[in-house]
């Protein structure tokens, strides 16, 4: 999205509701941007793809710089930046900023302030400024077509980001390095691969159209397609395929709960290649600080949702069920006393440890963690029973 100011006939006394049924006047450099590009790209590929034919090197450059934005937003703008979730280098920052500046969806500080307020007011019908409550369309793209209240910017939010002078810079010179990375980077390399046309319509409008809605399905699809293995107390789902095309950004369930985890993607299995990507970095010294969530309290929130829908699920039968209903019954409350005395165990073990007596906290958070473990995988069987 092209940077922009609110209106001058902006009355601040408005209130949100009125707004919001007032419909709000259009962004038209937004709306035109995105019109465009999709058209551009919707009749061009296909007309350049026949006439003429893409080259590899087309296609290579396209997937290199589609991947570089991609991750230049999940890495840089989403995980660095908006949730310090880790420290990185100042050259590891450059390129964050010139791919994330070609990926067009605003200065880092504009985006970073936005997604600040997203996760403070998460599915926040006036507040959020993407709420999956206001529906698909709003959450994906809508939210940036019209001047709503809820998604301008606030800046009072990010005043640690607000003294970094490279993203001063980036936010101050927006346009001209919007165009020059979109138009010279791949004008460029259509120079060096002798196919500026191809180029300029592969890289330049199709990288960016596909980079743009990848990025707004982690504020539609993520909110709506998927399962909440650690909470329900907002829309935010986890979902593999999502995360496959969104650089593992689609475990925005674990993301919302944990937010400063510089993984999305927890389990070492799941698809997060910007977590590989700032782990990779580490060794290098590239980047350092890198923040994990305990174990211990990733298993409690997974352990506190499977009771709680297995408790929904049970409370469905009558006081006096079937037989097979009454043992299940049975087994949950044995579990969830067992549940709650690792609990306890856990809070005795922290009040040790900080009351400095010499507790070997490492091998018994390990037995706690262990005992959780092989109760999750019994909390799921018991589910399934349920289901
Ligand atoms: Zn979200
Ligand atoms: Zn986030």
Redesign the pocket.
Known sequence: MVSYAAPLNHDPQASMSDTRSAKPPLIWTNLLMFVLTLAATVILVPWYGLTHGFSTADWCVFAVFLVANGMAITGGYHRLWAHRAYEAHWSVKLVYLVFGTMALQNSALVWCSGHRK?HLN?DDVDQDPYSARRGFWFSHIGWMLRDYPSGRPDFANIPDLRKDPMLAFQHRYYLPLVLLANFGLPLLAGIIFHDVLGMMILVGFARLVWAHHVTFF??SL??MWGTQPYTDENS?RDNPVLAVITYGEGY?NFH?IFAHDYRNGVRWWQWDPTKWMIAGLQLFGLTWRLKRTPRFQIQRACLAMQFRRAQAHLAKFPEAGPSHIEQLRTRLAHEYDSFLSALADWKRLKEEWLAEKKVDLQSRLHDIERSLSRQIRRMRLLQAQLA
Do not use: F, L, M
Request: charge should be neutral; aromatic fraction near 0%.
């Open positions: 997203h998460v982690i504020n993520a909110h935010a925005h919302h």
